[in-house]
Protein backbone atom coordinates (compact mmCIF):
# COMPACT_ATOMS: atom_id res chain seq x y z
CA UNK A 1 0.00 0.00 0.00
CA UNK A 2 1.00 3.21 -0.61
CA UNK A 3 2.48 5.22 2.78
CA UNK A 4 2.23 8.92 0.67
CA UNK A 5 -1.72 8.10 0.62
CA UNK A 6 -3.78 11.31 2.03
CA UNK A 7 -7.60 11.34 3.05
CA UNK A 8 -8.43 14.49 1.89
CA UNK A 9 -10.14 16.31 -1.01
CA UNK A 10 -7.32 18.46 -2.16
CA UNK A 11 -4.89 15.44 -1.98
CA UNK A 12 -6.86 13.58 -4.79
CA UNK A 13 -7.23 16.61 -6.64
CA UNK A 14 -3.81 17.20 -6.68
CA UNK A 15 -3.07 14.02 -8.12
CA UNK A 16 -5.61 14.29 -10.63
CA UNK A 17 -3.78 17.25 -11.43
CA UNK A 18 -0.13 15.31 -11.80
CA UNK A 19 -1.35 12.04 -12.80
CA UNK A 20 -4.15 12.40 -15.88
CA UNK A 21 -4.07 10.23 -18.67
CA UNK A 22 -5.77 12.88 -20.94
CA UNK A 23 -8.37 10.96 -22.67
CA UNK A 24 -11.18 11.69 -19.72
CA UNK A 25 -12.96 14.14 -22.08
CA UNK A 26 -13.49 11.99 -24.95
CA UNK A 27 -15.57 9.52 -22.59
CA UNK A 28 -19.20 10.52 -22.05
CA UNK A 29 -20.21 9.72 -18.32
CA UNK A 30 -23.96 9.59 -18.14
CA UNK A 31 -24.22 9.69 -14.08
CA UNK A 32 -21.91 11.60 -11.47
CA UNK A 33 -19.91 9.10 -10.58
CA UNK A 34 -19.38 6.38 -13.11
CA UNK A 35 -18.04 3.93 -11.11
CA UNK A 36 -18.97 0.59 -12.94
CA UNK A 37 -16.83 0.59 -16.06
CA UNK A 38 -16.17 -3.53 -14.87
CA UNK A 39 -19.54 -4.01 -16.45
CA UNK A 40 -20.28 -1.46 -18.75
CA UNK A 41 -17.92 0.87 -20.10
CA UNK A 42 -19.81 4.11 -21.20
CA UNK A 43 -19.75 5.67 -24.97
CA UNK A 44 -16.42 7.39 -25.87
CA UNK A 45 -16.50 10.09 -28.98
CA UNK A 46 -14.26 7.85 -30.98
CA UNK A 47 -16.34 5.09 -30.63
CA UNK A 48 -19.19 7.12 -31.73
CA UNK A 49 -17.74 8.38 -34.72
CA UNK A 50 -16.63 5.37 -36.08
CA UNK A 51 -20.07 3.90 -35.44
CA UNK A 52 -21.26 7.00 -37.33
CA UNK A 53 -18.58 6.62 -40.13
CA UNK A 54 -19.77 2.73 -41.04
CA UNK A 55 -23.40 3.99 -40.56
CA UNK A 56 -22.04 6.43 -43.40
CA UNK A 57 -20.66 4.01 -45.41
CA UNK A 58 -23.80 1.91 -45.21
CA UNK A 59 -26.03 4.76 -46.62
CA UNK A 60 -23.63 5.41 -49.21
CA UNK A 61 -22.29 1.99 -50.38
CA UNK A 62 -24.55 -0.41 -49.63
CA UNK A 63 -23.64 -3.58 -50.06
CA UNK A 64 -20.62 -2.71 -51.55
CA UNK A 65 -19.37 -2.01 -48.05
CA UNK A 66 -18.20 -5.59 -47.56
CA UNK A 67 -15.14 -4.78 -49.91
CA UNK A 68 -15.09 -1.15 -50.40
CA UNK A 69 -15.45 -0.41 -46.87
CA UNK A 70 -12.71 1.60 -44.62
CA UNK A 71 -11.58 -1.08 -43.34
CA UNK A 72 -13.82 -3.32 -45.71
CA UNK A 73 -16.60 -5.14 -43.65
CA UNK A 74 -15.46 -8.68 -44.76
CA UNK A 75 -12.40 -8.58 -43.13
CA UNK A 76 -13.68 -6.54 -40.18
CA UNK A 77 -13.18 -9.09 -37.69
CA UNK A 78 -9.86 -10.12 -38.61
CA UNK A 79 -8.74 -6.93 -39.05
CA UNK A 80 -9.73 -5.83 -35.33
CA UNK A 81 -8.18 -8.72 -34.02
CA UNK A 82 -4.65 -7.62 -35.34
CA UNK A 83 -5.43 -4.20 -33.53
CA UNK A 84 -6.19 -6.31 -30.22
CA UNK A 85 -3.35 -8.55 -30.62
CA UNK A 86 -0.90 -6.74 -28.53
CA UNK A 87 -3.24 -6.56 -25.43
CA UNK A 88 -3.53 -10.03 -25.00
CA UNK A 89 0.28 -10.90 -26.10
CA UNK A 90 -0.81 -13.12 -29.31
CA UNK A 91 0.13 -12.73 -32.74
CA UNK A 92 -1.87 -10.68 -35.32
CA UNK A 93 -3.16 -13.85 -36.44
CA UNK A 94 -3.96 -15.60 -33.16
CA UNK A 95 -6.95 -13.34 -32.36
CA UNK A 96 -10.07 -12.27 -33.90
CA UNK A 97 -13.58 -10.55 -32.76
CA UNK A 98 -16.33 -12.88 -33.51
CA UNK A 99 -19.58 -14.09 -31.79
CA UNK A 100 -20.25 -14.09 -28.22
CA UNK A 101 -18.00 -15.07 -25.32
CA UNK A 102 -20.65 -17.53 -24.24
CA UNK A 103 -20.75 -18.71 -27.80
CA UNK A 104 -16.78 -18.50 -28.21
CA UNK A 105 -16.27 -20.67 -25.09
CA UNK A 106 -19.20 -23.07 -26.81
CA UNK A 107 -16.80 -23.65 -29.85
CA UNK A 108 -13.21 -23.42 -28.20
CA UNK A 109 -13.78 -25.80 -25.43
CA UNK A 110 -15.99 -27.74 -27.79
CA UNK A 111 -12.99 -28.07 -30.55
CA UNK A 112 -10.30 -28.99 -27.70
CA UNK A 113 -12.61 -31.71 -26.23
CA UNK A 114 -12.71 -33.19 -30.14
CA UNK A 115 -8.41 -32.89 -30.03
CA UNK A 116 -8.45 -34.17 -26.80
CA UNK A 117 -10.43 -37.20 -28.35
CA UNK A 118 -8.48 -37.69 -30.79
CA UNK A 119 -5.47 -37.51 -29.44
CA UNK A 120 -6.38 -40.25 -26.07
CA UNK A 121 -6.17 -37.17 -23.80
CA UNK A 122 -8.37 -36.97 -20.91
CA UNK A 123 -12.20 -36.31 -20.70
CA UNK A 124 -12.37 -33.86 -18.28
CA UNK A 125 -12.85 -29.91 -17.82
CA UNK A 126 -10.94 -28.47 -15.11
CA UNK A 127 -12.65 -25.64 -13.46
CA UNK A 128 -14.06 -23.50 -10.03
CA UNK A 129 -16.60 -22.66 -8.22
CA UNK A 130 -15.79 -19.00 -8.28
CA UNK A 131 -16.58 -19.15 -11.95
CA UNK A 132 -19.17 -16.39 -14.21
CA UNK A 133 -21.70 -18.88 -14.36
CA UNK A 134 -21.87 -18.73 -18.41
CA UNK A 135 -19.10 -20.77 -18.60
CA UNK A 136 -20.14 -23.77 -16.62
CA UNK A 137 -23.01 -23.45 -18.49
CA UNK A 138 -21.18 -23.95 -21.89
CA UNK A 139 -18.92 -26.52 -20.43
CA UNK A 140 -21.53 -28.89 -19.28
CA UNK A 141 -23.11 -28.50 -22.49
CA UNK A 142 -20.09 -29.43 -24.95
CA UNK A 143 -20.26 -32.47 -22.03
CA UNK A 144 -23.60 -33.51 -22.68
CA UNK A 145 -23.02 -32.88 -26.85
CA UNK A 146 -20.82 -35.87 -26.21
CA UNK A 147 -22.26 -38.11 -24.12
CA UNK A 148 -20.33 -37.32 -20.84
CA UNK A 149 -22.15 -36.91 -17.94
CA UNK A 150 -21.16 -32.88 -16.48
CA UNK A 151 -21.36 -34.43 -12.80
CA UNK A 152 -18.37 -36.64 -13.71
CA UNK A 153 -16.22 -35.03 -16.08
CA UNK A 154 -16.56 -31.45 -14.55
CA UNK A 155 -13.67 -30.84 -11.96
CA UNK A 156 -14.70 -27.91 -10.11
CA UNK A 157 -11.91 -26.26 -7.83
CA UNK A 158 -13.22 -25.18 -4.46
CA UNK A 159 -11.88 -21.94 -3.10
CA UNK A 160 -11.05 -21.79 0.73
CA UNK A 161 -12.72 -18.21 1.96
CA UNK A 162 -15.48 -17.59 -0.95
CA UNK A 163 -13.48 -14.85 -2.76
CA UNK A 164 -10.02 -16.00 -3.97
CA UNK A 165 -8.51 -19.05 -5.41
CA UNK A 166 -4.90 -20.27 -5.12
CA UNK A 167 -3.23 -22.06 -7.98
CA UNK A 168 -1.63 -24.37 -5.76
CA UNK A 169 -5.41 -25.88 -4.88
CA UNK A 170 -4.98 -25.90 -8.85
CA UNK A 171 -2.35 -28.08 -8.95
CA UNK A 172 -3.74 -30.67 -6.41
CA UNK A 173 -7.04 -31.27 -8.37
CA UNK A 174 -5.06 -31.82 -11.09
CA UNK A 175 -2.61 -34.08 -9.12
CA UNK A 176 -6.00 -36.56 -8.15
CA UNK A 177 -7.10 -36.22 -11.31
CA UNK A 178 -4.93 -37.58 -14.35
CA UNK A 179 -7.80 -37.38 -16.63
CA UNK A 180 -8.37 -33.44 -17.29
CA UNK A 181 -8.01 -32.92 -20.64
CA UNK A 182 -8.67 -29.25 -20.60
CA UNK A 183 -8.09 -26.56 -17.61
CA UNK A 184 -10.55 -23.51 -18.36
CA UNK A 185 -9.85 -20.47 -15.46
CA UNK A 186 -10.82 -17.04 -15.45
CA UNK A 187 -8.00 -14.10 -15.44
CA UNK A 188 -9.34 -12.34 -13.23
CA UNK A 189 -12.45 -13.19 -10.92
CA UNK A 190 -15.72 -11.28 -11.09
CA UNK A 191 -16.84 -11.02 -8.08
CA UNK A 192 -13.49 -10.54 -6.10
CA UNK A 193 -11.48 -9.09 -8.75
CA UNK A 194 -8.31 -11.62 -7.80
CA UNK A 195 -5.71 -12.10 -10.72
CA UNK A 196 -4.90 -15.41 -11.65
CA UNK A 197 -0.82 -16.03 -12.39
CA UNK A 198 -1.98 -16.98 -16.17
CA UNK A 199 1.07 -18.08 -16.42
CA UNK A 200 1.88 -20.48 -14.15
CA UNK A 201 -1.16 -21.55 -14.61
CA UNK A 202 -0.67 -22.50 -17.85
CA UNK A 203 2.76 -24.18 -16.76
CA UNK A 204 0.73 -26.55 -14.26
CA UNK A 205 -2.03 -27.54 -17.05
CA UNK A 206 0.94 -28.42 -19.49
CA UNK A 207 2.54 -30.25 -17.17
CA UNK A 208 -0.68 -32.58 -16.52
CA UNK A 209 -1.23 -32.55 -20.08
CA UNK A 210 -3.84 -30.37 -20.91
CA UNK A 211 -5.19 -27.58 -23.00
CA UNK A 212 -4.61 -24.15 -21.21
CA UNK A 213 -7.73 -22.40 -21.69
CA UNK A 214 -8.57 -18.32 -20.35
CA UNK A 215 -11.85 -16.50 -20.00
CA UNK A 216 -10.13 -12.91 -20.12
CA UNK A 217 -13.53 -11.00 -19.53
CA UNK A 218 -12.43 -8.87 -17.24
CA UNK A 219 -8.78 -8.17 -17.83
CA UNK A 220 -9.06 -7.59 -21.74
CA UNK A 221 -8.38 -3.75 -21.38
CA UNK A 222 -7.22 -3.67 -17.99
CA UNK A 223 -4.42 -6.11 -17.57
CA UNK A 224 -1.73 -6.77 -20.26
CA UNK A 225 -1.33 -10.36 -20.87
CA UNK A 226 1.41 -12.58 -22.91
CA UNK A 227 -0.66 -15.77 -24.15
CA UNK A 228 1.39 -16.50 -26.80
CA UNK A 229 4.65 -16.31 -25.17
CA UNK A 230 3.37 -18.12 -21.44
CA UNK A 231 1.60 -20.95 -24.61
CA UNK A 232 -2.02 -20.19 -23.53
CA UNK A 233 -3.83 -22.84 -25.98
CA UNK A 234 -6.92 -20.89 -26.31
CA UNK A 235 -9.09 -17.86 -24.81
CA UNK A 236 -12.02 -15.96 -24.93
CA UNK A 237 -13.21 -12.44 -23.77
CA UNK A 238 -15.72 -9.21 -24.43
CA UNK A 239 -15.40 -5.90 -25.13
CA UNK A 240 -18.10 -4.34 -23.58
CA UNK A 241 -16.42 -4.02 -20.21
CA UNK A 242 -12.61 -2.08 -19.83
CA UNK A 243 -12.85 -1.69 -23.78
CA UNK A 244 -16.01 0.26 -23.79
CA UNK A 245 -17.42 -0.76 -26.92
CA UNK A 246 -20.70 -0.94 -25.93
CA UNK A 247 -23.37 -3.13 -25.19
CA UNK A 248 -23.75 -6.42 -26.72
CA UNK A 249 -20.94 -5.48 -28.48
CA UNK A 250 -18.95 -8.50 -30.31
CA UNK A 251 -16.75 -10.76 -28.17
CA UNK A 252 -13.25 -11.56 -29.19
CA UNK A 253 -11.08 -14.80 -28.84
CA UNK A 254 -7.37 -16.16 -28.99
CA UNK A 255 -6.16 -19.71 -30.57
CA UNK A 256 -2.39 -20.50 -30.39
CA UNK A 257 -0.86 -20.58 -33.58
CA UNK A 258 -0.32 -24.66 -33.26
CA UNK A 259 -3.92 -25.06 -33.83
CA UNK A 260 -4.73 -23.19 -36.90
CA UNK A 261 -6.40 -24.99 -39.25
CA UNK A 262 -8.18 -27.28 -36.55
CA UNK A 263 -12.03 -27.66 -37.69
CA UNK A 264 -13.88 -25.72 -35.42
CA UNK A 265 -16.95 -27.28 -32.74
CA UNK A 266 -19.00 -24.63 -34.14
CA UNK A 267 -18.25 -24.19 -37.61
CA UNK A 268 -19.39 -21.76 -39.53
CA UNK A 269 -19.43 -20.06 -43.13
CA UNK A 270 -17.82 -17.04 -41.90
CA UNK A 271 -14.97 -19.28 -40.62
CA UNK A 272 -14.30 -20.46 -44.49
CA UNK A 273 -11.11 -19.69 -45.73
CA UNK A 274 -11.51 -16.20 -47.24
CA UNK A 275 -10.32 -17.03 -50.60
CA UNK A 276 -12.92 -19.69 -51.02
CA UNK A 277 -15.90 -18.53 -48.81
CA UNK A 278 -18.31 -17.44 -51.82
CA UNK A 279 -17.79 -20.40 -53.94
CA UNK A 280 -20.47 -21.68 -51.58
CA UNK A 281 -18.61 -25.08 -50.96
CA UNK A 282 -20.65 -27.47 -49.03
CA UNK A 283 -17.23 -28.82 -47.16
CA UNK A 284 -15.73 -26.39 -45.10
CA UNK A 285 -12.36 -25.30 -45.60
CA UNK A 286 -11.39 -23.61 -41.81
CA UNK A 287 -9.00 -20.56 -42.59
CA UNK A 288 -5.64 -20.68 -41.11
CA UNK A 289 -5.88 -18.30 -38.50
CA UNK A 290 -7.75 -17.74 -35.61
CA UNK A 291 -10.61 -16.36 -37.82
CA UNK A 292 -11.86 -19.87 -38.37
CA UNK A 293 -13.43 -20.07 -35.21
CA UNK A 294 -15.75 -16.93 -36.38
CA UNK A 295 -19.36 -18.19 -36.57
CA UNK A 296 -21.55 -16.54 -37.89
CA UNK A 297 -21.47 -13.16 -40.50
CA UNK A 298 -19.94 -10.55 -38.26
CA UNK A 299 -22.42 -7.89 -36.90
CA UNK A 300 -20.51 -4.74 -38.13
CA UNK A 301 -22.78 -2.05 -36.36
CA UNK A 302 -21.52 -3.72 -33.09
CA UNK A 303 -18.22 -4.10 -33.93
CA UNK A 304 -17.44 -0.66 -35.15
CA UNK A 305 -17.15 0.69 -31.95
CA UNK A 306 -14.53 -1.27 -30.45
CA UNK A 307 -12.43 0.27 -33.59
CA UNK A 308 -12.69 3.76 -32.28
CA UNK A 309 -11.85 2.50 -28.80
CA UNK A 310 -9.08 0.93 -29.86
CA UNK A 311 -7.75 4.70 -31.31
CA UNK A 312 -7.54 5.80 -27.81
CA UNK A 313 -5.92 2.06 -26.18
CA UNK A 314 -3.10 2.53 -28.67
CA UNK A 315 -2.71 6.55 -28.41
CA UNK A 316 -2.23 5.41 -24.07
CA UNK A 317 -0.82 1.93 -24.20
CA UNK A 318 -1.83 -1.04 -22.41
CA UNK A 319 0.90 -0.35 -19.60
CA UNK A 320 0.13 2.97 -19.21
CA UNK A 321 -3.83 2.14 -18.40
CA UNK A 322 -2.63 -0.85 -16.22
CA UNK A 323 -0.30 1.57 -14.19
CA UNK A 324 -3.15 4.61 -13.43
CA UNK A 325 -5.70 1.56 -12.76
CA UNK A 326 -3.54 -0.12 -9.91
CA UNK A 327 -2.99 3.68 -8.43
CA UNK A 328 -6.67 4.37 -8.54
CA UNK A 329 -7.75 1.04 -6.81
CA UNK A 330 -4.61 1.28 -4.29
CA UNK A 331 -6.88 4.14 -3.44
CA UNK A 332 -9.32 3.13 -3.31
CA UNK A 333 -8.54 0.25 -1.27
CA UNK A 334 -6.87 2.46 1.52
CA UNK A 335 -10.15 4.84 1.88
CA UNK A 336 -12.14 2.03 2.37
CA UNK A 337 -10.09 0.59 5.43
CA UNK A 338 -9.06 4.50 6.44
CA UNK A 339 -13.10 5.12 6.17
CA UNK A 340 -15.27 2.31 6.44
CA UNK A 341 -14.61 0.04 9.12
CA UNK A 342 -18.01 -1.26 8.45
CA UNK A 343 -16.60 -2.80 4.83
CA UNK A 344 -14.48 -5.10 3.87
CA UNK A 345 -12.12 -5.22 0.92
CA UNK A 346 -12.56 -8.77 -0.62
CA UNK A 347 -9.67 -7.89 -3.05
CA UNK A 348 -6.40 -8.86 -2.72
CA UNK A 349 -4.03 -6.20 -1.81
CA UNK A 350 -1.47 -7.05 -3.63
CA UNK A 351 -1.77 -5.15 -6.81
CA UNK A 352 -0.02 -8.20 -9.01
CA UNK A 353 -3.10 -10.03 -7.90
CA UNK A 354 -5.48 -7.85 -8.78
CA UNK A 355 -7.60 -6.65 -11.73
CA UNK A 356 -9.23 -3.66 -12.27
CA UNK A 357 -11.98 -3.23 -9.46
CA UNK A 358 -12.71 -3.85 -5.76
CA UNK A 359 -14.75 -6.22 -3.97
CA UNK A 360 -16.20 -4.08 -1.43
CA UNK A 361 -17.69 -6.24 1.13
CA UNK A 362 -21.01 -5.48 3.59
CA UNK A 363 -23.75 -7.19 4.82
CA UNK A 364 -25.97 -5.07 2.82
CA UNK A 365 -23.99 -4.98 -0.21
CA UNK A 366 -27.27 -4.94 -2.58
CA UNK A 367 -28.98 -2.10 -0.71
CA UNK A 368 -25.73 -0.20 -0.01
CA UNK A 369 -25.37 -0.18 -3.70
CA UNK A 370 -29.10 0.83 -4.63
CA UNK A 371 -28.52 3.74 -1.79
CA UNK A 372 -25.07 5.02 -3.94
CA UNK A 373 -27.12 4.51 -7.17
CA UNK A 374 -29.81 7.24 -5.57
CA UNK A 375 -26.71 9.37 -4.81
CA UNK A 376 -25.50 9.16 -8.55
CA UNK A 377 -22.83 6.39 -7.81
CA UNK A 378 -23.26 3.90 -10.33
CA UNK A 379 -21.87 0.29 -9.24
CA UNK A 380 -23.02 -3.27 -9.31
CA UNK A 381 -23.91 -5.63 -6.74
CA UNK A 382 -23.14 -9.62 -6.76
CA UNK A 383 -24.25 -11.95 -4.78
CA UNK A 384 -24.00 -12.68 -1.42
CA UNK A 385 -22.21 -9.15 -0.51
CA UNK A 386 -20.05 -7.78 -2.87
CA UNK A 387 -20.28 -4.10 -4.23
CA UNK A 388 -18.17 -3.84 -7.09
CA UNK A 389 -16.48 -0.47 -7.69
CA UNK A 390 -14.61 0.01 -10.59
CA UNK A 391 -12.14 3.19 -10.94
CA UNK A 392 -11.57 3.09 -14.98
CA UNK A 393 -8.54 4.25 -15.81
CA UNK A 394 -9.95 5.56 -18.73
CA UNK A 395 -12.32 8.21 -17.49
CA UNK A 396 -12.18 8.46 -13.56
CA UNK A 397 -9.86 10.62 -11.27
CA UNK A 398 -8.74 10.25 -7.82
CA UNK A 399 -11.02 12.54 -6.72
CA UNK A 400 -14.32 10.35 -8.17
CA UNK A 401 -12.30 7.72 -5.92
CA UNK A 402 -12.28 9.90 -2.95
CA UNK A 403 -16.18 11.46 -3.42
CA UNK A 404 -17.61 7.76 -3.87
CA UNK A 405 -15.92 6.64 -0.48
CA UNK A 406 -17.10 9.86 1.28
CA UNK A 407 -21.15 9.32 -0.13
CA UNK A 408 -20.54 5.49 0.85
CA UNK A 409 -19.77 6.98 4.66
CA UNK A 410 -22.50 9.24 4.49
CA UNK A 411 -24.83 6.38 3.38
CA UNK A 412 -23.55 4.42 6.47
CA UNK A 413 -23.95 7.12 8.75
CA UNK A 414 -27.27 7.78 8.16
CA UNK A 415 -28.41 4.57 7.53
CA UNK A 416 -29.58 5.44 3.98
CA UNK A 417 -29.54 1.60 2.65
CA UNK A 418 -32.41 0.51 5.18
CA UNK A 419 -34.84 2.93 2.71
CA UNK A 420 -34.59 0.46 0.25
CA UNK A 421 -35.96 -3.06 -0.52
CA UNK A 422 -34.12 -6.01 -0.25
CA UNK A 423 -32.76 -7.67 -3.43
CA UNK A 424 -35.43 -9.01 -5.53
CA UNK A 425 -34.66 -10.42 -8.79
CA UNK A 426 -33.76 -7.69 -11.24
CA UNK A 427 -30.32 -6.57 -12.70
CA UNK A 428 -27.89 -5.27 -10.74
Not at 68 to 77: A, I, R, S
Not at 96 to 115: D, E, K, P, Y
Request: proline letters at 5%.
Amino acid sequence: MDDDFERGREYARERDRSAALGVRDRFYRPDDLYMDGNSLGPLSTDAEHVLQHVLDEWRELGIRGWTDGDPPWFHYGEHLGERLASLVGARDDEVVVANSTTVNIHTLVGTFLTRCDRENRGQKVLVNELDFPTDHYAIRAQLRNRGLDPDEHLVVVESRDGRTLREDDVAAALDAHDDVGIMFMPSVFYRSGQLLDVERITELAHAHDAYAGFDLAHSIGAVPHSLADHGVDFAAWCHYKYLNAGPGAVAGLYVHRDYHGETPALAGWWGHEKETQFEMRTTYTPAQSAGAWQTGTIPVLSAAPLLGVMDIVDEVGIEALRERSVELTEYLVFLVDERLPECTVGTPRDPDRRGGHVAVEHSEGYRISEALKERGVVVDFRPPNVVRVCPSPFFVGFEEVWETVDRLREILDEREYETFERRGSGVT
